[in-house]
């Protein structure tokens, strides 16, 4: 399970969090904090441009690149796992 807490006022300078739990094979723990981390990026972001935060916003879309990657590193070492 993926849970997004968002605690504080918005214009706070409070990240959201995120929590995943529920994890019971590596593969699928790595899987599963790629998309925690697209998601956090795509949290940050939105509050980001909601609140005229570039540095939030900035955060956010690194945070998603850093989720794309993992979930692409996932997919090459699920490929190999078939072989």
Known sequence: MVEVCLSG???ADVAPEIRVSGKDHMGT???LDAKAD???GKVKEGV???TDDKGLETEG???QAKGHL???A???KDAFKKD
Request: without cysteine.
């Open 61 to 63: 879309k690194v945070d």
């Open 38 to 40: 697209e998601l956090k």
């Open 9 to 11: 006022h918005p214009e």
């Open 29 to 31: 723990d790595d899987k």
């Open 74 to 76: 996932e997919k090459v």
């Open 48 to 50: 980001g441009d909601a």
């Open 70 to 72: 993992s979930e692409s």
